[in-house]
């Protein structure tokens, strides 16, 4: 599984560390204000309260762990290094972190000159990252299902982002209509298409390479993608040209079977992995892909006439399967695998290094530079705060703890990935100081 990739590409270890490094900051925000608003975000999909809270989630911790890992995917799956990385990646950055909290402060209070402000340098963050990424990709190679299923959710990325500054519009501009109708695939695109086939095309090389897996079966990596965006396809031609019942629901069906499918062939192979020893990264898949498995069945039921609650302001059954796949299935794997690929990039480096210098020394392994307890620590709250999240849709008087619950999660990861990177630094200065002394240990991956 790792014969085509290319590390040699790889971007310097200070790019992706970059935004990685704000994710928990996003995410303790949005713990900070579930504590703060309370039960107000469980009252209804279309809360202010609530919007805020989702898009803390959407862009501040996906979107910034997203477009910091395709910095870092770009060149060794795809083969597609950006061109004046460094410069890029900090004025997006510059853009996209003021345009976020600005953004979800204006939904949250209902200020609409911070959504028209905060959504102006979001698009202008995404365009500049995409006139970097978008050359770079038709450059590349672009070949095996990691690449492919890459391409179909930058595709999903496009049209969630197009539609989501649709709806933007009708919050920030008192004369534009707000399209409601829209949110549903606003969300589809985003969630479905963005996060859950960018989560696969991850899964496709870090399950094998970290759990020591056999591959996922090919006529899984070949039909994920195509099967789903075909399915969201389908279900926005809906939207504008009413389509047959029996069609639309085949499609859902479809897509639905695809990511149980996957869901359950992922905790088949870990289950079947051949390194045996106990790791405390595999919980965070079994949380995350529980939450996605049960998010599914929720929306096939919803959408086969099952939901249950009523009313404008949405159904508790849409809120619920609505966190179980963006907190418990999409942050709960960003908090894993940051925490395991930060790892992993530190050991690359240094291993470079020391192999650059002609040293005999061993770089620490990701075990040490997280260790196990560190990891079950985050895990533990983690698993609180998702538990308690989902418990304060039915019981909203849950919502402050849960609240608390994600600060502690989030602010724990930032403890692991600061212990990872400060690690790694004084390994840097002793490797520059020519003081490395040769490790006894074998390193581990």
């Not at 409601?180 to 298409?193: K, N, S």
């Not at 849960?402 to 990177?421: C, E, H, Q, T, Y």
Request: proline residues 6%; positive net charge; hydrophobic residues 60%.
């Amino acid at each position: 599984m790792n014969a085509g990739l290319s590390y040699a590409a790889s971007p310097p270890l200070a790019l992706p560390l970059r935004w990685f490094l704000s994710v928990p900051v996003f995410g303790a925000l949005a713990g900070g204000w579930l504590l703060w608003a309370g039960p107000a975000v469980m009252a209804g999909r279309w809360q202010p309260q609530a919007l805020a809270y989702v898009h803390l989630l959407a862009l501040g911790v996906l979107l910034s762990a997203m477009l910091g890992a395709l910095i870092q995917l770009l060149p060794v799956l795809v083969g597609a290094p950006l061109r004046r990385a460094a410069p890029i990646a900090a004025g997006v950055q510059a853009l996209l972190l003021p345009g976020i909290v600005l953004f979800a402060g204006g939904l949250g209070t209902g200020t609409a000159p911070l959504v028209r402000f905060g959504s102006a340098l979001l698009l202008c963050a995404l365009l500049v990252y995409a006139a970097a990424a978008l050359p770079a990709w038709w450059r590349s190679p672009r070949s095996g299902e990691s690449a492919r299923t890459i391409g179909w959710a930058g595709l999903s990325f496009l049209i969630a982002a197009a539609l989501g500054f649709m709806l933007a519009a009708g919050h920030g501009w008192a004369g534009v209509p707000l399209l409601r109708r829209l949110t549903d695939l606003h969300a589809g695109w985003a969630l479905i298409g963005w996060v859950g086939l960018l989560v696969a095309a991850v899964a496709w090389q870090v399950v094998p390479m970290f759990s020591i897996t056999a591959p996922y079966p090919r006529w899984l990596r070949t039909g994920l993608a195509p099967v789903n965006v075909a399915a969201l396809g389908l279900a926005s031609l809906d939207a504008g040209w009413p389509l047959p019942d029996w069609l639309c629901h085949a499609a859902a069906l479809a897509a639905g079977a695809a990511l149980l499918g996957f869901a359950a062939c992922t905790l088949w192979l870990q289950h079947r992995r051949r390194r045996r020893l106990p790791d405390p990264w595999l919980g965070y898949w079994k949380l995350a892909l529980g939450c996605a498995a049960l998010a599914v069945c929720l929306w096939l039921a919803g959408r086969f006439g099952l939901r249950t609650g009523s009313g404008g302001s949405g159904s508790s059954t849409e809120m619920l399967s609505g966190l179980l796949w963006l907190l418990g299935f999409g942050t709960t794997l960003v908090a894993g695998m940051l925490q395991r690929i930060v790892a992993f990039l530190v050991w690359l480096d240094l291993s470079n290094r020391l192999r650059a210098v002609r040293s005999a020394a061993l770089a620490p392994n990701v075990r040490e530079l997280i260790p196990a307890a560190a990891l079950q620590r985050q895990f533990a709250a983690q698993f609180l705060s998702v538990g308690l999240t989902l418990a304060a849709c039915t019981l909203p008087a849950l919502a402050r703890p849960a609240g608390a619950a994600g600060v502690l999660a989030w602010g724990l990861l930032a403890l692991n990935l600061v212990r990872a990177i400060r690690t790694g630094r004084g390994w840097r200065q002793r490797i520059g100081d020519g003081s490395a002394a040769v490790a006894e240990q074998s390193v581990t991956i």
